[in-house]
């Protein structure tokens, strides 16, 4: 069946320095990706999405990458900030309206002072 | 912050008592989808509305139902509660003309007990 999976269930990096937090699906028909940040308390916060048409994504210190080959994605997050704390969770829409998102189980990133 | 409004913010029921979780969508967006998320989990997908219809429906029982209003507005409800169904109840809208990304409330976090 369809699932989104993360690599690692917690990440700690330097307040400066990038962090890199990865994803792999297992369903080929997914066609749309998001990735969404979520801080305690609060809702998912849209980041970045990425359609299957393209490899690579940019936005204001993030960065997407997808790799259709292997079904990963990855997200960049550039001169990591204390802000950034929070658990990131990656979300598959294979649907044609995308309807069902299907999301891994989230990867926490702690940032050291 | 998203424009996704929801209420309440906070729930306790008892089991076997039914409760209505209320959403406001994005301005804009015409389609409502509801999550829950067990603690520690991503969400989970329960379904879509979409034009007053259900357009979409995850891995949950017929206890779970919803509504859309034609100002698409949304409410869950969800009846004869039961342990399990503690969580945080998200909603969240998005345009399906554009078929892009979900923008997602605040939740509302509901104690059975």
């Known amino acids: 069946g369809e699932s989104v999976g993360l690599h690692l269930p917690t990440l700690s990096v330097q307040e400066g320095d990038n962090s890199i937090i990865n994803c792999a699906y297992s369903?080929?028909?997914?066609?749309?990706f998001i990735w969404y940040k979520q801080e305690s308390g609060k809702g998912p916060q849209f980041i970045i999405d990425?359609?299957?048409?393209?490899d690579k994504r940019q936005g204001q210190r993030v960065t997407v990458l997808l790799n259709k080959t292997v079904k990963h994605l990855s997200l960049q997050i550039a001169a990591t900030q204390p802000g950034d704390s929070a658990v990131y969770f990656c979300a598959e829409s294979g649907d044609n309206y995308g309807q069902n998102f299907v999301f891994g189980p989230g990867t926490r990133l702690s940032v050291l002072p | 912050e998203t424009g996704v409004t929801q209420s309440p913010t906070h729930l306790i029921k008892t089991r076997g008592q039914q409760v209505t979780l209320r959403c406001s969508s994005q301005?804009?967006?015409?389609?409502v989808s509801w999550y829950q998320q067990a603690l520690g989990q991503g969400p989970q997908f329960i379904f879509q509305?979409?034009?007053?219809?259900?357009?979409g429906r995850g891995n949950f029982p017929p206890r779970f139902s919803g509504l859309q209003f034609p100002n698409y507005s949304s409410e869950l409800n969800v009846n004869a509660l039961e342990l399990d169904d503690s969580a945080l109840y998200l909603c969240a809208s998005s345009s399906r003309a554009e078929r892009g990304a979900q923008y997602f409330g605040p939740g509302t976090r509901l104690l059975v007990l």
């Open positions: 509305y979409y034009r007053e219809e259900e357009n």
């Open positions: 990425i359609r299957s048409n393209m």
């Open positions: 369903n080929s028909a997914s066609d749309y």
């Open positions: 301005s804009g967006h015409n389609t």
